[in-house]
Nanobody, 120 residues
Framework: QVRLVESGGGLVQAGGSLRLSCTGS????????MGWYCQVQGKERELIAA???????YYADSVKGRFTISKDNDRNTLYLQMNGLKPEDTAMYYC??????????????WGQGTQVTVSS
């Protein structure tokens, strides 16, 4: 069973930065794809960044150029570096993983989420 735990969320002013971390209970290298999702209350969870086992990345248009996804297989950790934060980035952020080539909308493994709040 893969268990994922996020950390690094918090309150930050607009224009600031945060780095989210997601640590896995098993080698995240064994997962073929991982991603970060955000969810605003009352709305669907949205994939914002993903990385494949080979290092290919995907970014939603809303975060392209501001967020960077990366993983450290030695530390068993997935990261999301968030720069230039905007109030509209306020959401719960989840990491997720899958054995498929792309995490997609419903990967099987999820963390519990970490809240990011950006004040104006």
């Amino acid at each position: 069973q893969v268990r994922l735990v996020e950390s690094g969320g918090g309150l930050v002013q607009a224009g600031g930065s945060l780095r989210l971390s997601c640590t896995g209970s098993t080698s995240i290298f064994s997962l073929n794809s991982m991603g970060w999702y955000c969810q605003v209350q009352g709305k669907e969870r949205e994939l914002i960044a993903a990385v494949s086992r080979r290092g290919s990345t995907y970014y939603a248009d809303s975060v392209k150029g501001r967020f960077t996804i990366s993983k450290d297989n030695d530390r068993n950790t997935l990261y999301l570096q968030m720069n230039g934060l905007k109030p509209e980035d306020t959401a719960m952020y989840y990491c997720a993983g899958a054995y498929s080539d792309f995490v997609g909308r419903s990967p099987p493994y999820w963390g519990q989420g970490t809240q990011v709040t950006v004040s104006s």
